[in-house]
């Protein structure tokens, strides 16, 4: 699960919004946004992205993923054990790392862990021990478990957050949740609620960036063919509509087949001192 960092409201909602109760759990946040062509990086369906606004904290998120583990009987029909593997007495122990793990097996909260290590240490007991010796990484007579750990996703790293174990019918079970911080980079996609949607094509310094008469950077900047394409017309009227929401200090309503009017909402923006099409 993504959680983000500062979700915030909408500025034009709708009246189906407020009865599903989605200002309680937003999903985004307010963005400035500049439709133009800058630069020659936000073609097709790529996007510019303030590197100072991320620098900020903005869209950055919380990446949760949890790993979960049970109690299984063998072939041998005997339980697995959770527990750090002893090597010398493991059969295939995975290409890991296998020093974070507790006696228990479990990896305690709050350590950093990242590649291949180890998050759930599990073995199986094999039958009764061989008599002959074999070599090639093949079963010894030493050789009393079989390696069924759990390894953390080799291309994320993260920390530990939460370790739940729980039994049912005389199966443990266990829960690991790990946490990353996530911070918005080139490749990266976004969209909104229009779905207009585009990957970070490159990130500039708030100095590098376009900038209004007032000196109002944009966090971000779409390309305007993607207007006329995907013909998402309510899209800049909403534009229009969080912009007044944005100078007046209230919520503006957005809901469909409404009295509300372009012409209405330009003449509230005009009024606010702005050009009557948000330019």
Same mark, same amino acid.
């Given at each position: %699960?993504n959680?983000?960092?500062?979700?915030?409201?909408?500025? %034009?909602?709708?009246?189906?919004?407020?009865?599903?109760?989605?200002?309680?759990?937003?999903?985004?946040?307010? /963005?400035?946004? @500049?439709? @133009?062509?800058?630069?020659?990086?936000?073609?097709?369906d790529?996007?510019?992205?303030?590197?100072s606004?991320?620098?900020?904290?903005?869209?950055?998120?919380?990446?949760?993923?949890?790993?979960?583990?049970?109690?299984?009987?063998? %072939?041998?029909?005997?339980?697995?054990?959770?527990?750090?593997?002893?090597?010398?007495l493991?059969?295939?122990?995975?290409?890991?790392?296998?020093?974070?793990?507790?006696?228990?097996?479990?990896?305690?909260?709050?350590?950093?862990?990242?590649?291949?290590?180890?998050?759930? +240490?599990?073995?199986?007991?094999?039958?009764?021990?061989?008599?002959?010796?074999?070599?090639?990484?093949?079963?010894?007579?030493?050789?009393?478990?079989?390696?069924?750990?759990?390894?953390?996703?080799?291309?994320? /790293?993260?920390?530990?957050?939460?370790?739940?174990?729980?039994?049912v019918? +005389?199966?443990?079970?266990?829960?690991?949740?790990?946490?990353?911080?996530?911070?918005?980079?080139?490749?990266?996609?976004?969209?909104?609620?229009?779905?207009?949607?585009?990957?970070?094509?490159?990130?500039?310094?708030?100095?590098?960036?376009?900038?209004?008469?007032?000196?109002?950077?944009?966090?971000?900047?779409?390309?305007?063919?993607?207007?006329?394409?995907?013909?998402?017309?309510a899209?800049?009227?909403?534009?229009?509509?969080?912009?007044?929401?944005?100078?007046?200090?209230?919520? +503006?309503?957005?809901?469909?087949?409404?009295?509300?009017?372009?012409?209405?909402?330009?003449?509230?923006?005009?009024?606010?001192?702005?050009?009557?099409? +948000?330019?």
């Amino acid at each position: %699960a993504n959680i983000l960092y500062y979700p915030q409201k909408p500025l %034009a909602t709708t009246r189906s919004m407020e009865y599903l109760n989605f200002s309680e759990l937003p999903a985004g946040q307010n /963005a400035i946004v @500049a439709i @133009a062509c800058y630069s020659g990086y936000n073609q097709e369906d790529s996007i510019i992205m303030n590197q100072s606004a991320i620098d900020r904290g903005l869209f950055r998120s919380f990446l949760y993923r949890t790993y979960i583990e049970q109690q299984n009987v063998s %072939a041998s029909q005997q339980l697995e054990t959770f527990e750090k593997p002893v090597k010398q007495l493991t059969m295939r122990t995975r290409p890991g790392t296998y020093e974070k793990l507790d006696d228990d097996g479990f990896v305690s909260p709050g350590v950093r862990v990242s590649g291949d290590d180890i998050i759930i +240490g599990k073995t199986a007991p094999f039958p009764a021990p061989m008599q002959d010796n074999a070599e090639g990484g093949q079963r010894t007579k030493q050789h009393t478990r079989r390696d069924v750990s759990a390894p953390l996703r080799s291309t994320e /790293a993260g920390i530990v957050d939460k370790v739940l174990v729980s039994n049912v019918d +005389g199966r443990r079970t266990v829960k690991v949740r790990t946490r990353a911080t996530k911070v918005p980079q080139i490749g990266d996609k976004f969209a909104s609620r229009h779905g207009q949607k585009g990957t970070i094509g490159i990130t500039y310094a708030q100095e590098d960036m376009p900038y209004t008469a007032e000196g109002l950077v944009p966090d971000l900047i779409i390309n305007p063919h993607a207007i006329p394409s995907r013909m998402t017309v309510a899209h800049l009227i909403e534009c229009l509509l969080s912009k007044v929401s944005a100078t007046q200090g209230l919520e +503006g309503d957005a809901t469909p087949f409404t009295d509300v009017t372009v012409s209405e909402i330009s003449s509230l923006l005009k009024g606010s001192g702005y050009q009557s099409r +948000g330019l």
